[in-house]
Antibody, heavy 118, light 107 residues
Framework: QLQLQESGPGLVKPSETLSLTCTVSGASIRRTTYYWAWIRQPPGKGLEWIGSTFYSGSTYYNPSLESRVTISVDTSRNQFSLTLSSATAADTAVYYC??????????WGQGTLVTVSP | EIVLTQSPATLSLSPGERATLSCRASQSVSNYLAWYQQKPGQAPRLLIYDASNRATGIPARFSGSGSGTDFTLTISSLEPEDFADYYCQERNNWPQFSFGGGTKVAI
């Protein structure tokens, strides 16, 4: 069955770049009906969509983060990745990767906590 | 940018009671609205899509209604496992989307 697993450093220093990878298993990332999304949730707060990518590399970003975000896809490894530059304490959050289709974000990874701190 | 406002922020109820959660959009999203449930330490779980369709495996006590700018999630009779956070999500400009601020259903 479909599984998504986030990986990457749990601690990032302020002003540095936050980088995470999502490994997809149980399905091909090349499916044409899906986008692959990053969503985050600061501790005790709500959900925020960061951006989404298609297998071809086409991307959409949250306008509030667009200047600092890059999402890329590696179809050979069935992975997609997130980089967020110039990290601050406000970027401390649980980061989720997810599979997104037209009506739903039905499948989510378990999430990974990234803390931005010296 | 579409802003979703959920109310109330916290809903204090008892098992067996009816829960009514509201989600209001700053502009019409047609019926492109979903609801998610989130429990502590877990990823969100899809409950309702396209405003009123229950996702696979979701009990019939959960129902969604509305269109345009005003939406409601109703839990007809709260079970102990239903006490959680609930988020609405608009998908009017998919693949871009946004979430509401959430409603906590508490005992």
């Amino acid at each position: 069955q479909l599984q998504l697993q986030e990986s990457g450093p749990g601690l990032v220093k302020p002003s540095e770049t936050l980088s995470l990878t999502c490994t997809v298993s149980g399905a091909s990332i090349r499916r044409t009906t899906y986008y692959w999304a990053w969503i985050r949730q600061p501790p005790g707060k709500g959900l925020e969509w960061i951006g989404s990518t298609f297998y071809s590399g086409s991307t959409y970003y949250n306008p509030s983060l667009e200047s600092r975000v890059t999402i890329s896809v590696d179809t050979s490894r069935n992975q997609f990745s997130l980089t967020l530059s110039s990290a601050t304490a406000a970027d401390t959050a649980v980061y989720y990767c997810a599979r997104d289709e037209m009506s739903t974000t039905a499948f989510w990874g378990q999430g990974t906590l990234v803390t931005v701190s010296p | 940018e579409i802003v979703l406002t959920q109310s109330p922020a916290t809903l204090s109820l008892s098992p067996g009671e009816r829960a009514t959660l509201s989600c209001r959009a700053s502009q019409s999203v047609s019926n492109y609205l979903a609801w998610y449930q989130q429990k502590p330490g877990q990823a969100p779980r899809l409950l309702i899509y396209d405003a009123s369709n229950r996702a696979t495996g979701i009990p019939a006590r959960f129902s969604g209604s509305g269109s345009g700018t005003d939406f409601t999630l109703t839990i007809s009779s709260l079970e102990p496992e239903d006490f959680a956070d609930y988020y609405c999500q608009e998908r009017n400009n998919w693949p871009q989307f946004s979430f509401g601020g959430g409603t906590k259903v508490a005992i």
